[in-house]
Antibody, heavy 115, light 114 residues
Framework: QLQLQESGPGLVKPSETLSLTCTVSGGSISSSSYYWGWIRQPPGKGLEWIGSIYYSGSTYYNPSLKSRVTISVDTSKNQFSLKLSSVTAADTAVYYC???????WGQGTLVTVSS | DVVMTQSPLSLPVTLGQPASISCRSSQSLVHSDGNTYLNWFQQRPGQSPRRLIYKVSNRDSGVPDRFSGSGSGTDFTLKISRVEAEDVGVYYCMQGTHWPPILTFGPGTKVDIK
């Protein structure tokens, strides 16, 4: 059974960079034709797709976040990562990682932006 | 950009009764490959979203058959034939036809029990 697990700091200061990692178990990131993505959900609000990456490194980002987002993949660790720069309070959210078709999701991790 | 809308945004339902959620897209969701990539997700309180339906009408593994999806082009519907207590949560539609470059979610419909 495929499992995804987000990890990273739960508190980030304004103007700094948010960094999260998603570890995939029960399957290989590079052995399938899926993209792997990040989605976020501000408290009490809806879902927003952040971006996706293929194991080869090909990426697509939400245009609204593109200037601040970098998603990378480490196939040797079966992980992919999210970096979001210059964060503000508006970036406070639960961040989820998911497989491309969004058929498998991690449990989510709350990241709060606050000084 | 494709905009997804849902109605209603809040849906109080009676246990055992049917429920229906509408999802509309600002552009056709028919892909050049002939498929329509419209998915439905359920998010129970405190849980991660779970995909229920993919490509308009295909139920994911383990999804009860009281859930069904239909529609075409720009208009889609999720129906619950008989609402159970475990169906309480927020339901989102999402388009994948225009990915790349973007996946777009609807605003969500909150289903609760009257």
């Amino acid at each position: 059974q495929l499992q995804l697990q987000e990890s990273g700091p739960g508190l980030v200061k304004p103007s700094e960079t948010l960094s999260l990692t998603c570890t995939v178990s029960g399957g290989s990131i590079s052995s399938s034709s899926y993209y792997w993505g990040w989605i976020r959900q501000p408290p009490g609000k809806g879902l927003e797709w952040i971006g996706s990456i293929y194991y080869s490194g090909s990426t697509y980002y939400n245009p609204s976040l593109k200037s601040r987002v970098t998603i990378s993949v480490d196939t040797s660790k079966n992980q992919f990562s999210l970096k979001l720069s210059s964060v503000t309070a508006a970036d406070t959210a639960v961040y989820y990682c998911a497989r491309g078709g969004l058929d498998y999701w991690g449990q989510g991790t709350l990241v709060t932006v606050s000084s | 950009d494709v905009v997804m809308t849902q109605s209603p945004l809040s849906l109080p339902v009676t246990l055992g009764q049917p429920a229906s959620i509408s999802c509309r897209s600002s552009q056709s969701l028919v892909h050049s490959d002939g498929n329509t990539y419209l998915n439905w997700f359920q998010q129970r309180p405190g849980q991660s979203p779970r995909r229920l339906i993919y490509k308009v009408s295909n139920r994911d593994s383990g999804v009860p058959d009281r859930f069904s999806g239909s529609g075409s082009g720009t208009d889609f519907t999720l129906k619950i034939s008989r609402v159970e207590a475990e169906d309480v949560g927020v339901y989102y539609c999402m388009q994948g036809t225009h990915w790349p470059p973007i996946l777009t979610f609807g605003p969500g419909t909150k289903v609760d029990i009257k």
